[in-house]
């Protein structure tokens, strides 16, 4: 318990989207992907994902940082099948976000970040797949909170919207211990994380995403050989280095095209890539959206 306790005390969490959804018209997304950690909360209506059955009125659906997940928003059987790229074009054919009726199918919907030492996204790092949260009445208490204080437009709105979101990302946790969910992942990343040249490697990462992060620039950082710090890497994280850099510079052009007015050209140089094409093409098969419908999609609905 004190791991995750530590772990818990190093989080630093961010909102990105919050809303209130309707559906207009009932639609499958083949693979919705997200580089934050959504939630859904169902009001009314249905809603479901991969082959799970409905979820219920108030239930509330996990989707992990980097989990490509099938989600149906509305009556399943009457659902358009669609990918998120097809999605993005037609949104306010599906969606609306403002004066929602209460009455028809409606969800919560909000979107965060959850790193480790501001860093590492903690639920992307578990590799846990997409869940459902049932009949959680405090769960449920804290994402009205959350649309609540940011509606309202009180003073300290930004802070209570932070706050809550702290205590929602607890909430989830002690969700996943209680019921000892994905028992395997959080011993590893609890052991991982225990280990200063491994987070020494990602703080390295994070300040460098467009600097030298070959293995032989991460191996002077651990102070380990070039022909092993990949395995080194790997053994505790699951993943080769190579590939967790890409993640962290995706995500990062991710977050500046949600949030500046920067060029596709220059935010694919920000992070890393002096081929703007090659960026193109790698933000697409990462996202299955190109990085300009992306930027559209975000300026819509955020959705």
């Given at each position: ?66 989990q490509s997940t099938s989600v149906f928003y509305g009556d399943r059987k009457d659902s358009v099948s ?222």
């Amino acid at each position: 318990m004190e791991d995750y306790n530590k772990i818990i005390e190093s989080l630093n969490v961010r909102i990105n989207s919050i809303r209130k959804i309707g559906v207009i018209k009932p639609v499958a997304v083949e693979n919705y992907y997200d580089v934050q950690n959504t939630i859904l909360l169902l009001n009314k209506g249905s809603l479901s994902c991969n082959d799970e059955s409905d979820l219920e009125e108030g239930d509330v659906l996990f989707i992990p940082s980097g989990q490509s997940t099938s989600v149906f928003y509305g009556d399943r059987k009457d659902s358009v099948s669609m990918t998120n790229e097809e999605l993005s074009n037609d949104m306010d054919q599906y969606f609306i976000s403002d004066n929602v009726d209460v009455d028809s199918d409606n969800f919560s919907f909000i979107t965060f970040d959850s790193k480790v030492f501001e860093s590492v996204n903690f639920f992307q790092s578990l590799d846990i797949p997409t869940f459902v949260i049932k009949a959680n009445t405090k769960l449920r208490h804290i994402i009205s909170e959350i649309l609540e204080e940011n509606d309202a437009n009180l003073p300290g709105k930004e802070r209570m919207v932070k706050l809550n979101t702290e205590k929602l990302v607890v909430e989830i946790v002690r969700y996943i211990l209680a019921n000892n969910l994905f028992v395997e992942q959080l011993a590893t990343n609890a052991t991982y994380f225990k280990d200063p040249r491994l987070l020494d490697i990602f703080a390295y990462i994070k300040e460098n995403l467009n600097g030298d992060l070959s293995n032989k620039a991460l191996a002077n950082i651990a102070n380990v050989s070039e022909d092993y710090v990949g395995q080194y890497f790997k053994m505790l994280t699951g993943i080769n280095p190579q590939d967790y850099i890409e993640y962290q510079r995706m995500e990062y052009a991710v977050d500046l095209l949600r949030t500046s007015k920067k060029s596709i050209r220059d935010i694919g140089q920000v992070v890393g890539y002096r081929d703007t094409a090659y960026f193109c093409r790698r933000f697409k098969m990462m996202f299955g959206i190109s990085a300009g419908k992306m930027r559209r999609r975000e300026s819509t609905i955020n959705f």
